[in-house]
């Protein structure tokens, strides 16, 4: 009787099926030689070299930059500062001509619902628009109702008060203001206070400069106010507006120019 005549059947069939199967995707050539075809023309990949120190540097100025070119972004802009000065210059002009209170502040009041709906209109953020209409409403209430012009700038000098003393509070308690407006505009929310001293310190310098440049406002105008002096307190007004913003965006700029890069805050996926 011969081999293959055998329950087993053929040896060389016997020894095929006790090999066991090739991965799948595979074959045996894969299993004894390596891959073959596109996996075995690809070259291995080189380790990425290592960051050198001008590289790190070069890297956390381009992102204090980026982050202090948020300042202006955060505060409105100039469009900003124009849509809340512009109004006040609006009223006391138009008191001048009418010697009218009513007028010269619906004057006021109109130019700012003005600028909130051109900001709808462009699809813009009405922000810093509907809090000029905020102000400017208040104000012209109180003038009209009392029938005095300087009390249309009441509000704001009040405002200005109340923004000094919460800037500086927030700097006593390490909560600066200036970092809470900037965090989520640089993309690191409050990673500032607890894992980055260097931007908090900043943020604390820039509050306190805010500090400082904004109260010039009411000091020199809180005066002229209880003087009932409407122009010199309108003219004034309108004349400190704009230039101490810009000069505390530069010196915030300035001094988050040589603060450390920002750390982006983690977020949690959903």
Not at 87 to 110: D, E, M, R
Not at 138 to 156: C, D, H, Q, R, V
Not at 173 to 187: A, S
């Amino acid at each position: 009787m011969s081999v293959s005549n055998l329950p087993g059947g053929d040896p060389a069939a016997q020894l095929d099926l006790a090999k066991p199967a090739p991965p799948s995707g595979h074959s045996y050539q894969e299993s004894f030689d390596g891959p073959v075809g596109p996996a075995a023309a690809q070259p291995p990949q080189e380790p990425a070299e290592p960051e050198t120190p001008e590289q790190a540097a070069a890297r956390e100025a381009a992102a204090s930059r980026e982050a202090a070119d948020t300042v202006m972004q955060a505060f409105g802009g100039v469009r900003g500062m124009i849509d809340m000065t512009l109004p006040g210059l609006v009223f006391i002009v138009t008191y001048n001509i009418t010697h009218q209170v009513a007028s010269a502040a619906w004057a006021a009041l109109g130019l700012s619902a003005l600028f909130v709906v051109v900001r709808l209109f462009k699809r813009e953020t009405i922000q810093h628009a509907f809090s000029g209409v905020f102000g400017v409403a208040i104000g012209a209430w109180i003038s009209m109702k009392t029938g005095k012009a300087e009390n249309f700038y009441l509000p704001g000098l009040l405002w200005s008060v109340g923004y000094c003393v919460g800037l500086a509070v927030s700097a006593l308690v390490r909560w600066p203001l200036i970092g809470v407006m900037l965090g989520p505009v640089t993309g690191e929310m409050f990673t500032w206070r607890t894992q980055n001293p260097g931007r908090l310190a900043a943020y604390t310098k820039a509050t306190w400069a805010w500090v400082v440049i904004m109260g010039i406002k009411p000091v020199i105008l809180f005066p002229l106010y209880f003087t009932g002096n409407v122009n010199l307190l309108g003219w004034l007004k309108v004349a400190l507006g704009i230039p101490p913003m810009l000069l505390a965006m530069y010196v915030t700029w300035q001094i988050l120019l040589k603060a450390p890069a920002p750390i982006k805050a983690a977020v949690e996926d959903e």
